[in-house]
Protein backbone atom coordinates (compact mmCIF):
# COMPACT_ATOMS: atom_id res chain seq x y z
CA UNK A 1 0.00 0.00 0.00
CA UNK A 2 0.71 3.44 -0.58
CA UNK A 3 0.77 5.54 2.76
CA UNK A 4 1.45 8.98 2.72
CA UNK A 5 0.93 12.39 1.52
CA UNK A 6 -2.47 11.72 -0.87
CA UNK A 7 -5.75 12.97 -0.07
CA UNK A 8 -8.59 10.12 0.48
CA UNK A 9 -12.10 10.36 -0.38
CA UNK A 10 -14.46 7.24 0.06
CA UNK A 11 -18.18 6.66 0.88
CA UNK A 12 -18.29 5.79 4.31
CA UNK A 13 -21.96 4.40 4.37
CA UNK A 14 -23.45 1.08 3.00
CA UNK A 15 -24.85 1.86 -0.27
CA UNK A 16 -28.10 1.68 -1.21
CA UNK A 17 -31.62 4.29 0.13
CA UNK A 18 -31.13 5.44 3.24
CA UNK A 19 -31.91 8.84 5.33
CA UNK A 20 -28.27 10.22 5.07
CA UNK A 21 -25.33 9.23 3.67
CA UNK A 22 -21.31 10.14 4.58
CA UNK A 23 -18.44 10.94 2.27
CA UNK A 24 -15.37 11.09 4.06
CA UNK A 25 -12.15 12.84 3.16
CA UNK A 26 -8.75 12.66 4.29
CA UNK A 27 -5.55 14.28 3.89
CA UNK A 28 -3.69 17.56 3.88
CA UNK A 29 -6.11 18.77 1.13
CA UNK A 30 -9.19 17.59 2.71
CA UNK A 31 -10.27 21.42 3.24
CA UNK A 32 -8.90 23.00 -0.16
CA UNK A 33 -10.42 19.78 -2.01
CA UNK A 34 -14.04 20.70 0.03
CA UNK A 35 -13.68 24.17 -0.89
CA UNK A 36 -14.05 23.57 -4.36
CA UNK A 37 -17.25 21.49 -4.71
CA UNK A 38 -19.13 22.79 -1.58
CA UNK A 39 -20.80 26.35 -1.29
CA UNK A 40 -22.15 27.73 1.72
CA UNK A 41 -23.21 31.28 3.34
CA UNK A 42 -19.77 31.56 5.00
CA UNK A 43 -16.31 29.87 3.82
CA UNK A 44 -15.04 26.63 5.23
CA UNK A 45 -12.01 28.56 6.64
CA UNK A 46 -14.20 29.59 8.80
CA UNK A 47 -15.94 26.48 9.86
CA UNK A 48 -15.52 25.83 14.26
CA UNK A 49 -14.22 22.02 14.19
CA UNK A 50 -17.01 18.95 14.96
CA UNK A 51 -19.79 21.15 14.04
CA UNK A 52 -22.12 20.51 11.09
CA UNK A 53 -22.99 23.06 8.44
CA UNK A 54 -25.46 23.09 5.72
CA UNK A 55 -24.70 24.25 2.19
CA UNK A 56 -24.81 22.76 -1.38
CA UNK A 57 -22.40 20.43 -3.68
CA UNK A 58 -22.19 21.87 -6.58
CA UNK A 59 -21.68 19.97 -10.07
CA UNK A 60 -18.66 21.93 -11.37
CA UNK A 61 -20.39 20.99 -15.64
CA UNK A 62 -23.34 22.85 -14.74
CA UNK A 63 -22.37 25.05 -11.86
CA UNK A 64 -25.91 23.88 -10.08
CA UNK A 65 -26.51 22.41 -7.24
CA UNK A 66 -26.63 18.96 -6.70
CA UNK A 67 -27.75 17.97 -2.90
CA UNK A 68 -28.13 19.72 -0.08
CA UNK A 69 -25.79 18.39 2.31
CA UNK A 70 -24.20 18.93 6.07
CA UNK A 71 -20.78 19.32 6.10
CA UNK A 72 -17.89 19.42 9.21
CA UNK A 73 -14.33 19.28 9.29
CA UNK A 74 -11.89 17.87 11.67
CA UNK A 75 -8.23 19.44 12.02
CA UNK A 76 -4.87 17.13 12.46
CA UNK A 77 -4.26 15.34 14.89
CA UNK A 78 -7.80 15.32 16.37
CA UNK A 79 -9.66 13.37 13.74
CA UNK A 80 -9.78 9.18 12.79
CA UNK A 81 -6.73 9.30 10.81
CA UNK A 82 -5.23 12.47 12.42
CA UNK A 83 -5.15 14.35 9.68
CA UNK A 84 -7.32 17.17 8.16
CA UNK A 85 -11.01 15.24 8.03
CA UNK A 86 -14.13 16.65 5.95
CA UNK A 87 -17.27 14.61 6.34
CA UNK A 88 -19.90 15.25 3.98
CA UNK A 89 -23.77 14.14 5.22
CA UNK A 90 -25.86 14.17 1.89
CA UNK A 91 -28.78 12.39 0.95
CA UNK A 92 -28.53 8.46 0.43
CA UNK A 93 -29.08 6.38 -2.59
CA UNK A 94 -26.37 5.20 -4.98
CA UNK A 95 -26.23 7.13 -7.65
CA UNK A 96 -26.16 10.86 -5.42
CA UNK A 97 -23.37 9.17 -3.29
CA UNK A 98 -21.43 8.21 -6.04
CA UNK A 99 -22.21 11.60 -8.26
CA UNK A 100 -20.59 13.73 -4.95
CA UNK A 101 -17.75 11.16 -4.54
CA UNK A 102 -17.15 11.65 -8.05
CA UNK A 103 -16.66 15.64 -8.11
CA UNK A 104 -14.68 15.14 -4.95
CA UNK A 105 -12.42 12.59 -7.00
CA UNK A 106 -12.04 15.37 -9.97
CA UNK A 107 -11.36 17.89 -7.67
CA UNK A 108 -7.85 16.37 -6.34
CA UNK A 109 -8.81 13.09 -4.16
CA UNK A 110 -7.88 9.30 -4.61
CA UNK A 111 -10.46 7.09 -3.99
CA UNK A 112 -9.47 5.11 -0.73
CA UNK A 113 -8.80 1.42 -0.34
CA UNK A 114 -10.67 -0.55 1.85
CA UNK A 115 -9.58 0.05 5.19
CA UNK A 116 -7.10 2.92 4.27
CA UNK A 117 -8.99 5.43 6.96
CA UNK A 118 -7.97 3.26 9.64
CA UNK A 119 -4.70 2.45 8.23
CA UNK A 120 -3.91 5.83 8.49
CA UNK A 121 -4.85 5.96 11.64
CA UNK A 122 -2.50 2.89 13.06
CA UNK A 123 0.85 4.64 10.86
CA UNK A 124 -0.03 8.02 12.58
CA UNK A 125 0.06 6.75 15.98
CA UNK A 126 -3.21 6.81 17.20
CA UNK A 127 -4.18 3.31 17.65
CA UNK A 128 -2.15 0.14 17.92
CA UNK A 129 -2.49 -2.71 15.35
CA UNK A 130 -4.38 -5.25 17.86
CA UNK A 131 -7.05 -1.67 17.69
CA UNK A 132 -7.41 -1.61 14.25
CA UNK A 133 -8.17 -5.11 14.28
CA UNK A 134 -10.78 -4.73 17.30
CA UNK A 135 -12.78 -2.56 15.26
CA UNK A 136 -12.67 -4.96 11.99
CA UNK A 137 -14.35 -7.52 15.20
CA UNK A 138 -16.71 -4.54 16.29
CA UNK A 139 -18.23 -4.18 12.66
CA UNK A 140 -18.77 -8.00 12.12
CA UNK A 141 -19.47 -8.96 15.59
CA UNK A 142 -22.66 -11.35 15.79
CA UNK A 143 -23.29 -11.89 19.53
CA UNK A 144 -23.41 -8.70 22.54
CA UNK A 145 -20.04 -10.48 24.07
CA UNK A 146 -18.51 -10.62 21.02
CA UNK A 147 -19.26 -6.62 20.87
CA UNK A 148 -17.99 -6.42 24.33
CA UNK A 149 -14.52 -8.21 23.97
CA UNK A 150 -14.04 -6.04 20.70
CA UNK A 151 -14.98 -2.54 22.52
CA UNK A 152 -12.34 -4.13 25.44
CA UNK A 153 -9.87 -4.41 22.75
CA UNK A 154 -10.48 -1.38 21.36
CA UNK A 155 -10.22 0.43 24.21
CA UNK A 156 -6.32 -0.59 24.18
CA UNK A 157 -6.88 -3.39 26.70
CA UNK A 158 -4.77 -6.16 24.52
CA UNK A 159 -2.06 -3.29 23.58
CA UNK A 160 -1.69 -2.01 27.15
CA UNK A 161 -0.64 -5.72 28.37
CA UNK A 162 1.70 -6.10 25.80
CA UNK A 163 3.50 -2.85 25.93
CA UNK A 164 3.62 -3.82 30.26
CA UNK A 165 4.92 -7.07 30.01
CA UNK A 166 7.69 -5.95 26.88
CA UNK A 167 8.24 -3.15 30.05
CA UNK A 168 9.59 -5.71 31.90
CA UNK A 169 11.41 -7.53 29.19
CA UNK A 170 13.32 -4.53 28.53
CA UNK A 171 14.27 -3.85 32.17
CA UNK A 172 15.83 -7.86 32.33
CA UNK A 173 17.17 -7.48 28.90
CA UNK A 174 19.20 -4.41 30.51
CA UNK A 175 20.39 -6.29 33.65
CA UNK A 176 21.62 -8.98 31.28
CA UNK A 177 23.07 -6.64 28.81
CA UNK A 178 24.95 -5.23 32.11
CA UNK A 179 26.22 -8.12 33.00
CA UNK A 180 28.04 -8.94 29.13
CA UNK A 181 29.56 -5.33 29.39
CA UNK A 182 31.61 -6.03 33.29
CA UNK A 183 32.08 -9.96 32.41
CA UNK A 184 34.52 -9.25 35.45
CA UNK A 185 31.54 -8.98 37.81
CA UNK A 186 29.95 -11.73 36.80
CA UNK A 187 26.83 -12.42 38.78
CA UNK A 188 26.58 -15.86 40.90
CA UNK A 189 24.08 -18.84 39.96
CA UNK A 190 21.59 -17.25 42.54
CA UNK A 191 21.20 -14.01 39.70
CA UNK A 192 21.12 -16.66 37.31
CA UNK A 193 18.39 -18.54 38.56
CA UNK A 194 16.93 -15.27 40.41
CA UNK A 195 16.95 -13.99 36.40
CA UNK A 196 15.07 -16.97 34.94
CA UNK A 197 12.87 -17.22 37.97
CA UNK A 198 11.95 -13.51 36.91
CA UNK A 199 11.34 -14.70 33.49
CA UNK A 200 9.07 -17.49 33.73
CA UNK A 201 6.98 -15.36 36.63
CA UNK A 202 6.77 -11.69 34.90
CA UNK A 203 6.98 -12.87 30.97
CA UNK A 204 6.40 -16.59 30.46
CA UNK A 205 3.11 -16.72 32.45
CA UNK A 206 0.92 -13.69 31.71
CA UNK A 207 1.75 -14.29 27.60
CA UNK A 208 1.13 -18.40 28.50
CA UNK A 209 -2.45 -17.48 29.40
CA UNK A 210 -3.11 -15.54 26.93
CA UNK A 211 -2.36 -18.02 24.77
CA UNK A 212 -4.52 -20.43 26.38
CA UNK A 213 -7.68 -17.71 26.34
CA UNK A 214 -7.49 -17.64 22.70
CA UNK A 215 -9.26 -20.68 22.63
CA UNK A 216 -12.37 -19.12 24.06
CA UNK A 217 -12.36 -16.51 21.16
CA UNK A 218 -13.89 -18.64 18.69
CA UNK A 219 -16.61 -19.69 21.60
CA UNK A 220 -17.45 -15.85 21.93
CA UNK A 221 -16.61 -14.07 18.06
CA UNK A 222 -17.81 -16.98 15.80
CA UNK A 223 -20.05 -18.85 17.28
CA UNK A 224 -20.56 -22.49 18.54
CA UNK A 225 -21.53 -25.07 15.93
CA UNK A 226 -24.36 -26.78 17.99
CA UNK A 227 -25.39 -30.06 15.51
CA UNK A 228 -28.66 -31.48 16.26
CA UNK A 229 -28.44 -35.23 15.07
CA UNK A 230 -31.02 -38.32 15.83
CA UNK A 231 -32.54 -41.26 14.29
CA UNK A 232 -35.34 -40.17 11.85
CA UNK A 233 -38.93 -38.37 13.11
CA UNK A 234 -37.81 -38.07 17.02
CA UNK A 235 -38.23 -34.47 17.10
CA UNK A 236 -34.96 -32.50 16.03
CA UNK A 237 -36.53 -29.97 13.77
CA UNK A 238 -39.05 -29.77 16.19
CA UNK A 239 -36.17 -28.94 19.43
CA UNK A 240 -34.61 -26.29 16.76
CA UNK A 241 -37.36 -24.49 16.38
CA UNK A 242 -38.33 -24.78 20.05
CA UNK A 243 -34.38 -22.89 20.49
CA UNK A 244 -35.18 -20.56 17.49
CA UNK A 245 -38.45 -20.00 19.22
CA UNK A 246 -39.95 -19.91 15.70
CA UNK A 247 -40.84 -22.38 13.06
CA UNK A 248 -37.69 -22.31 10.66
CA UNK A 249 -37.67 -25.94 9.86
CA UNK A 250 -40.46 -28.18 8.72
CA UNK A 251 -41.64 -30.74 10.81
CA UNK A 252 -43.96 -32.80 9.51
CA UNK A 253 -45.08 -36.50 11.11
CA UNK A 254 -43.72 -38.45 8.11
CA UNK A 255 -40.35 -39.93 8.89
CA UNK A 256 -37.59 -38.29 6.92
CA UNK A 257 -38.73 -34.75 6.76
CA UNK A 258 -35.68 -33.47 6.83
CA UNK A 259 -33.46 -33.90 3.88
CA UNK A 260 -31.04 -31.16 3.84
CA UNK A 261 -28.70 -29.84 6.68
CA UNK A 262 -30.27 -26.72 7.79
CA UNK A 263 -28.09 -24.18 9.89
CA UNK A 264 -29.70 -20.81 11.97
CA UNK A 265 -28.18 -18.63 14.12
CA UNK A 266 -29.63 -17.91 17.93
CA UNK A 267 -27.98 -16.23 21.00
CA UNK A 268 -28.37 -17.82 24.46
CA UNK A 269 -27.50 -16.06 27.38
CA UNK A 270 -25.33 -13.93 25.07
CA UNK A 271 -23.31 -16.92 23.29
CA UNK A 272 -23.65 -17.07 19.85
CA UNK A 273 -24.59 -20.72 18.73
CA UNK A 274 -25.32 -22.25 14.95
CA UNK A 275 -27.33 -24.52 15.41
CA UNK A 276 -27.21 -27.37 12.73
CA UNK A 277 -30.38 -29.68 12.09
CA UNK A 278 -29.93 -32.86 10.31
CA UNK A 279 -31.33 -35.85 8.15
CA UNK A 280 -32.58 -38.75 10.26
CA UNK A 281 -30.75 -41.83 10.22
CA UNK A 282 -33.10 -44.63 8.82
CA UNK A 283 -33.51 -47.68 6.76
CA UNK A 284 -34.98 -47.27 3.06
CA UNK A 285 -36.04 -50.09 1.51
CA UNK A 286 -34.16 -52.65 3.53
CA UNK A 287 -31.03 -50.15 3.67
CA UNK A 288 -30.00 -47.29 5.93
CA UNK A 289 -30.24 -44.50 3.72
CA UNK A 290 -26.84 -43.91 3.02
CA UNK A 291 -26.48 -40.38 2.52
CA UNK A 292 -28.09 -39.15 5.37
CA UNK A 293 -25.60 -40.80 7.45
CA UNK A 294 -22.72 -39.77 5.52
CA UNK A 295 -23.94 -36.64 5.68
CA UNK A 296 -24.77 -36.31 9.55
CA UNK A 297 -21.53 -38.10 10.02
CA UNK A 298 -19.72 -34.88 8.39
CA UNK A 299 -21.37 -32.67 10.08
CA UNK A 300 -20.89 -34.54 13.59
CA UNK A 301 -16.84 -34.06 12.56
CA UNK A 302 -17.59 -30.70 11.84
CA UNK A 303 -19.09 -29.24 14.85
CA UNK A 304 -17.93 -28.21 18.24
CA UNK A 305 -21.33 -29.35 20.11
CA UNK A 306 -23.91 -32.27 19.69
CA UNK A 307 -27.64 -32.32 20.83
CA UNK A 308 -27.88 -36.14 20.52
CA UNK A 309 -31.99 -36.60 20.51
CA UNK A 310 -33.73 -40.08 21.61
CA UNK A 311 -37.67 -40.17 21.50
CA UNK A 312 -38.80 -41.77 24.82
CA UNK A 313 -42.22 -42.75 23.43
CA UNK A 314 -40.23 -45.53 21.46
CA UNK A 315 -37.84 -47.95 22.39
CA UNK A 316 -34.14 -47.51 21.55
CA UNK A 317 -33.01 -49.12 18.25
CA UNK A 318 -30.16 -49.77 16.54
CA UNK A 319 -29.74 -46.52 15.28
CA UNK A 320 -29.57 -44.46 18.68
CA UNK A 321 -26.77 -46.78 19.57
CA UNK A 322 -25.00 -46.30 16.60
CA UNK A 323 -25.46 -42.78 17.03
CA UNK A 324 -24.29 -42.91 20.70
CA UNK A 325 -21.28 -44.70 19.44
CA UNK A 326 -20.28 -41.67 16.72
CA UNK A 327 -20.88 -39.12 19.04
CA UNK A 328 -17.34 -37.23 20.98
CA UNK A 329 -18.60 -38.04 24.56
CA UNK A 330 -16.80 -34.72 25.84
CA UNK A 331 -18.84 -32.75 24.05
CA UNK A 332 -22.36 -34.12 23.78
CA UNK A 333 -25.98 -33.62 25.37
CA UNK A 334 -28.52 -36.30 24.87
CA UNK A 335 -32.27 -34.85 24.45
CA UNK A 336 -34.48 -36.89 25.69
CA UNK A 337 -37.86 -35.81 23.61
CA UNK A 338 -41.82 -36.21 23.77
CA UNK A 339 -41.65 -36.48 27.39
CA UNK A 340 -45.52 -35.93 27.06
CA UNK A 341 -45.97 -38.96 25.74
CA UNK A 342 -46.72 -42.58 27.40
CA UNK A 343 -42.87 -43.45 28.10
CA UNK A 344 -41.57 -46.89 25.98
CA UNK A 345 -37.96 -46.48 27.73
CA UNK A 346 -37.71 -46.76 31.23
CA UNK A 347 -35.23 -44.48 33.65
CA UNK A 348 -33.17 -47.48 34.24
CA UNK A 349 -32.42 -48.22 30.45
CA UNK A 350 -31.44 -44.45 29.98
CA UNK A 351 -29.40 -44.67 32.73
CA UNK A 352 -27.85 -46.97 31.92
CA UNK A 353 -27.28 -46.36 28.44
CA UNK A 354 -25.99 -43.10 28.51
CA UNK A 355 -24.55 -43.71 31.79
CA UNK A 356 -21.83 -40.68 32.25
CA UNK A 357 -23.63 -37.99 29.48
CA UNK A 358 -25.27 -34.93 30.70
CA UNK A 359 -29.42 -35.57 29.66
CA UNK A 360 -32.36 -33.53 29.28
CA UNK A 361 -35.87 -34.33 29.24
CA UNK A 362 -38.06 -32.10 26.93
CA UNK A 363 -41.11 -31.94 25.20
CA UNK A 364 -40.76 -30.31 21.62
CA UNK A 365 -44.25 -30.09 21.53
CA UNK A 366 -44.85 -28.32 24.91
CA UNK A 367 -41.63 -26.62 25.40
CA UNK A 368 -41.14 -28.34 28.78
CA UNK A 369 -37.20 -28.61 29.65
CA UNK A 370 -36.53 -25.90 27.55
CA UNK A 371 -35.18 -23.54 29.64
CA UNK A 372 -33.10 -26.80 31.29
CA UNK A 373 -31.31 -27.45 27.82
CA UNK A 374 -30.75 -23.91 26.98
CA UNK A 375 -28.94 -23.74 30.90
CA UNK A 376 -27.23 -27.02 29.28
CA UNK A 377 -25.77 -26.11 26.30
CA UNK A 378 -25.01 -23.14 28.42
CA UNK A 379 -22.81 -24.80 30.78
CA UNK A 380 -21.25 -27.03 28.21
CA UNK A 381 -20.02 -24.89 25.74
CA UNK A 382 -18.52 -22.32 28.56
CA UNK A 383 -16.80 -25.71 30.57
CA UNK A 384 -14.65 -25.68 27.36
CA UNK A 385 -14.14 -22.21 27.02
CA UNK A 386 -13.01 -21.54 31.21
CA UNK A 387 -12.97 -18.50 32.76
CA UNK A 388 -14.06 -16.87 30.04
CA UNK A 389 -15.57 -13.13 31.17
CA UNK A 390 -16.60 -10.38 29.06
CA UNK A 391 -14.15 -8.46 29.90
CA UNK A 392 -11.23 -10.42 29.62
CA UNK A 393 -8.81 -10.15 26.26
CA UNK A 394 -8.89 -12.45 24.01
CA UNK A 395 -6.35 -12.56 21.66
CA UNK A 396 -6.85 -13.71 18.46
CA UNK A 397 -4.97 -16.16 15.50
CA UNK A 398 -2.45 -13.50 14.84
CA UNK A 399 -1.63 -12.22 18.40
CA UNK A 400 -1.53 -16.13 19.53
CA UNK A 401 1.28 -17.05 16.76
CA UNK A 402 3.39 -14.42 17.99
CA UNK A 403 2.72 -14.71 21.03
CA UNK A 404 3.90 -18.67 21.37
CA UNK A 405 7.04 -17.44 19.23
CA UNK A 406 7.74 -14.79 22.02
CA UNK A 407 7.14 -17.94 24.80
CA UNK A 408 9.69 -19.70 22.85
CA UNK A 409 12.44 -17.47 22.87
CA UNK A 410 11.81 -16.80 26.74
CA UNK A 411 11.67 -20.59 27.12
CA UNK A 412 15.01 -20.80 25.79
CA UNK A 413 16.65 -17.64 27.55
CA UNK A 414 15.13 -19.59 31.21
CA UNK A 415 16.87 -22.42 30.67
CA UNK A 416 20.38 -20.76 28.68
CA UNK A 417 20.68 -19.32 32.00
CA UNK A 418 19.96 -21.94 34.49
CA UNK A 419 22.50 -24.38 32.39
CA UNK A 420 24.88 -21.89 32.25
CA UNK A 421 25.28 -20.55 28.51
CA UNK A 422 26.98 -17.70 27.91
CA UNK A 423 24.62 -13.97 28.52
CA UNK A 424 24.98 -13.52 24.97
CA UNK A 425 22.84 -16.04 24.07
CA UNK A 426 20.44 -15.08 27.12
CA UNK A 427 20.25 -11.54 25.54
CA UNK A 428 19.59 -12.34 21.74
CA UNK A 429 16.69 -14.68 22.97
CA UNK A 430 15.24 -11.63 25.19
CA UNK A 431 15.72 -9.62 22.25
CA UNK A 432 13.81 -11.84 19.71
CA UNK A 433 10.83 -12.40 22.24
CA UNK A 434 10.51 -8.48 22.28
CA UNK A 435 10.36 -8.57 18.41
CA UNK A 436 7.93 -11.03 18.47
CA UNK A 437 6.12 -8.94 20.77
CA UNK A 438 6.24 -6.05 19.11
CA UNK A 439 4.67 -7.47 15.83
CA UNK A 440 1.39 -7.34 17.90
CA UNK A 441 0.97 -3.95 18.61
CA UNK A 442 2.38 -2.93 15.63
CA UNK A 443 5.77 -1.80 16.75
CA UNK A 444 7.36 -4.16 13.93
CA UNK A 445 5.82 -4.68 10.85
CA UNK A 446 5.67 -5.97 7.65
CA UNK A 447 4.10 -4.29 4.60
CA UNK A 448 2.01 -7.60 3.98
CA UNK A 449 0.72 -7.82 7.28
CA UNK A 450 -0.70 -5.02 7.16
CA UNK A 451 -2.30 -5.57 3.84
CA UNK A 452 -3.88 -8.68 5.25
CA UNK A 453 -5.17 -6.71 8.49
CA UNK A 454 -6.28 -4.18 6.22
CA UNK A 455 -8.11 -5.44 3.23
CA UNK A 456 -10.27 -6.94 5.76
CA UNK A 457 -12.17 -4.03 6.49
CA UNK A 458 -14.91 -2.31 3.72
CA UNK A 459 -14.50 0.59 1.46
CA UNK A 460 -14.87 4.00 3.38
CA UNK A 461 -13.83 2.77 6.86
N1 LIG B 1 -45.98 -35.64 21.24
C1 LIG B 1 -44.86 -35.10 20.78
N2 LIG B 1 -44.60 -35.04 19.47
C2 LIG B 1 -43.46 -34.49 19.03
C3 LIG B 1 -42.53 -33.95 19.93
N3 LIG B 1 -41.49 -33.47 19.19
C4 LIG B 1 -41.76 -33.69 17.91
N4 LIG B 1 -42.96 -34.31 17.80
C5 LIG B 1 -43.61 -34.76 16.57
O1 LIG B 1 -42.81 -35.75 15.98
C6 LIG B 1 -42.87 -35.65 14.56
C7 LIG B 1 -41.48 -35.52 13.98
O2 LIG B 1 -40.93 -34.28 14.38
P1 LIG B 1 -39.73 -33.60 13.60
O3 LIG B 1 -39.32 -32.43 14.39
O4 LIG B 1 -40.06 -33.41 12.17
O5 LIG B 1 -38.66 -34.75 13.75
P2 LIG B 1 -37.26 -34.90 13.01
O6 LIG B 1 -36.38 -35.65 13.92
O7 LIG B 1 -36.78 -33.59 12.53
O8 LIG B 1 -37.67 -35.83 11.80
P3 LIG B 1 -36.87 -36.08 10.43
O9 LIG B 1 -36.43 -34.76 9.89
O10 LIG B 1 -37.87 -36.74 9.58
O11 LIG B 1 -35.75 -36.98 10.78
C8 LIG B 1 -43.77 -34.47 14.28
O12 LIG B 1 -45.08 -34.93 14.05
C9 LIG B 1 -43.72 -33.67 15.54
O13 LIG B 1 -44.88 -32.89 15.76
C10 LIG B 1 -42.83 -34.02 21.33
O14 LIG B 1 -42.06 -33.56 22.20
N5 LIG B 1 -43.99 -34.59 21.69
MG1 LIG C 1 -36.34 -32.93 10.69
Request: charged share 25%; hydrophobic share 40%; glycine share 6%.
Amino acid sequence: MDYQGETIAAIATPVGVGGIGIIKISGGNAESIARKVFRSKRTIRSFDAFRLYLGHIIDPKSNLPLDEVLLSVMHAPFSYTREDVVEINSHSGYTILSNILQIILQAGARLAKPGEFTLRAFLNGRIDLTQAEAIIDLINAKSDMSVRLAASQLAGGLGRRIEEIRHVLIEILATIEASIDFPDEEPATTTRSHIADRINKELLKPIKEFIAAHTQRKIWHEGTAVVIVGRVNVGKSSILNRLLQEERAIVTPIPGTTRDVLECTVNIEGLPLRLIDTAGIRKVKGKVEQKGVDLTKTQLALADFTLLVIDRSRPLNQYDLELLHEVDKESTIVVINKIDLPAKLSEKKITSTFKYLPRVNVSALTGTGFKGLRQAIFTRVMDTGKDTSPTSIIPNLRHTMALTEAAEFLENASTGLINGFPWETAAADLSWAKDALDQITGRRTTGEVLDTIFSRFCLGK
